[in-house]
Structure formats: C-alpha cells, structure tokens
C-alpha cells in the first residue's frame, strides 16, 4: 500500500514562538526558524504543514493540577512557579504552551494513521502533575498520552527520552501507570537534581561521545521495544546532547546525531508508530541549533522514503 504523500506529516503552529525578555536564555524563536528551515529544505510534503488546536482546560487537567492550569492560562502563575519554570507565563507563553501540547497531540494521531509524524516543539518533560518547571509549562507527552489512553486511541505507549535532561515530569505523572513506560537516557550530572521515578534510567557519563552513547542505545532499545510491545512510541529527539550545546555536558557530533535519529526510527517502525519531538537544544546560534534540530526530520523523511517494514500506511 502506498504512503498518502511523499514526506511525513509535520506539525506547526505560529504560536510556538512567543515574545521573552530581550537576551533571554531560552531560545523562543528556534521554532518559527525550524518551520521556515524545513520549507526550505523540501521536508515538508506538498499539503504544507499540519496546525493543531490548543490543549484545552480539560485536557490539561487530566495531567496536571487544575488549580496551575488556570494560573498558567489566566497568565497568573505565582513568582515562585515562574522561578522553577524559568521564564515568565505571559499569555503568549501560555498560548505557546497550549499550542505545543495540542501539537503533539495531532502529531500522535497522525502517527497512528500513517505511522510516522513529526511535531516542530515538543518534549515538555520536566513539567510535572503539580505544575511547570526547567522550560516546561506543559507536559506534552503526558498530556498526549493520557487523551490517547483515555479515548481508546492506544493501550500502551513507550516514552524514549534522549535529551540530555532527565525526563522527570514524564516520570512523575506515569509513576503508577503501567501503560505507558518511560525510557530516559540523560547526562547524569546535569539538570534536574530530584529525578523522576522513570520506568528505566540511563545516566551517561559527562562527555560521552557518538560510539559509546550509540552502543549504549542499542544494547537497550530492542530489548526495551520488546518488552513493552507499544502501540505508540513518544521520540523526545533532544539535541542538548550535541558536544557544542549551552546547557549539555555529552560528547554528541552531528553525525552522531543523525546516526541517532536514523538508529530510533530503523529500530521504532518495524514495531510501532513514532511521533516525533523535538526537546531541548540551546545555542546563541539559532540557526546552528535549528540544524541540529532539523536531523530528525531529515531522518524522518529518510524511513518515509524507503518504506520501513511495519509502517503502517493508511
């Protein structure tokens, strides 16, 4: 059966990049970048890119406290919550975040459907059942995965984190629900310093360089896919782990990353459908991170073209 179009679906939406204080350290605008990027480089297929609706209330609520849901969406988040977060929740900070969990959100359900989606955000993962933290207002995975759990879409979905963070938010919102299984593999001496009680944890050593991260990686996902059997496989594809990264402490090249991206979707597809998610990655450099970012959609579009065994075409 042939693939509905010629590259796999892309998601985006112009509220993923809101306005932060001049010199800010988060790098807000890499989103709006990654988007023009990927146009440019032909990796969007000719029906353009996908645009979700914001997570609602209710969505959100299923996942996180209600009371900091309305606080984040009234823009009225407490000065100590806007500490742990890191940056201010203006409404367009919200409206971002909201944005970006409806995006991964549309990002799984056309994975489901055609077997392969990629979100151009995503990765929210230190935001927790009790409210934001590290960048994250709202966690994404956790949100997309308890809709997809709770409407029948899945029954089991497998988390696999390479960001260079731990994935604690995940963590701690699947702590006692044993379908979904989360997977970090993360820099042990970097942020954050309570880690989340992850179904298995990898810490890597500062430093850890392409061989050693990727023998790391394929003594454990086989099995890892095995063992789960998941409908749905979240790819938290964090470029934080490159070697030139601000706020990373791993050894990553760009071939590194790409042999990465490349390794996960061969690996992923034969078993499950992979949505796609970009994490963290900073730089002063926006367009040097977006390239980095780009890797997996370019690997995306790779496993599209050739067919991998298991995608499920509609």
């Given at each position: 059966m042939s693939a509905p179009s010629v590259l796999p679906p892309v998601v985006y939406?112009?509220?993923?990049?809101?306005?932060?204080?001049?010199?800010?350290?988060?790098?807000?605008?890499?989103?709006?970048?990654?988007?023009?990027?990927?146009?440019?480089?032909?990796?969007?297929?000719?029906?353009?890119?996908?645009?979700?609706e914001p997570a609602s209330f209710e969505m959100l609520s299923a996942v996180h406290d209600p009371a900091y849901v309305r606080q984040a969406l009234e823009a009225a988040v407490p000065p100590d919550v806007e500490r742990r977060i890191g940056m201010p929740v203006t409404r367009g900070v919200s409206d971002r975040a909201q944005a970006a969990v409806g995006g991964t959100l549309l990002a799984a359900r056309l994975a489901?459907?055609?077997?392969?989606?990629?979100?151009?955000?995503?990765?929210?993962?230190?935001?927790?059942?009790?409210?934001?933290?590290?960048?994250?207002?709202?966690?994404?995975?956790?949100?997309?995965?308890?809709?997809?759990?709770?409407?029948?879409?899945?029954?089991?979905?497998?988390?696999?984190?390479?960001?260079?963070?731990?994935?604690?938010?995940?963590?701690?919102?699947?702590?006692?629900?044993?379908?979904?299984?989360?997977?970090?593999?993360?820099?042990?001496?970097?942020?954050?310093?309570?880690?989340?009680?992850?179904?298995?944890?990898?810490?890597l050593p500062d430093g850890t360089e392409d061989e050693a991260y990727l023998a790391e990686l394929r003594s454990i996902l086989p099995a890892l896919l095995d063992r789960v059997a998941p409908d749905l496989v979240f790819y938290i594809a964090g470029v934080d782990t490159h070697r030139d990264d601000r706020l990373g402490r791993l050894g990553l090249s760009d071939e590194g990353l790409r042999r990465r991206e490349t390794y996960v979707m061969e690996t992923c597809l034969?078993?499950?459908?992979?949505?796609?998610?970009?994490?963290?990655?900073?730089?002063?450099?926006?367009?040097?991170?977006?390239?980095?970012?780009?890797?997996?959609?370019?690997?995306?579009?790779?496993?599209?073209?050739?067919?991998?065994?298991?995608?499920?075409?509609?």
């Open positions: 939406h112009p509220a993923y990049s809101a306005p932060l204080p001049p010199g800010h350290r988060f790098p807000m605008h890499k989103y709006a970048r990654l988007a023009q990027v990927l146009e440019a480089q032909g990796l969007v297929g000719p029906e353009g890119v996908h645009t979700p489901l459907r055609h077997g392969l989606a990629c979100n151009t955000a995503g990765g929210s993962h230190h935001a927790g059942p009790q409210g934001g933290a590290g960048f994250c207002v709202f966690n994404d995975v956790g949100v997309a995965a308890r809709a997809l759990l709770e409407a029948g879409e899945i029954r089991q979905a497998l988390v696999v984190d390479l960001d260079v963070h731990q994935g604690d938010g995940t963590a701690f919102i699947f702590e006692r629900e044993p379908r979904v299984f989360t997977f970090s593999m993360h820099g042990e001496k970097n942020y954050p310093t309570r880690r989340g009680p992850s179904d298995l944890d990898i810490d034969p078993v499950a459908p992979v949505v796609g998610l970009i994490g963290g990655g900073y730089d002063d450099d926006i367009d040097r991170l977006v390239a980095r970012h780009a890797i997996l959609h370019r690997a995306a579009a790779d496993a599209w073209r050739r067919d991998l065994p298991g995608m499920h075409w509609t």
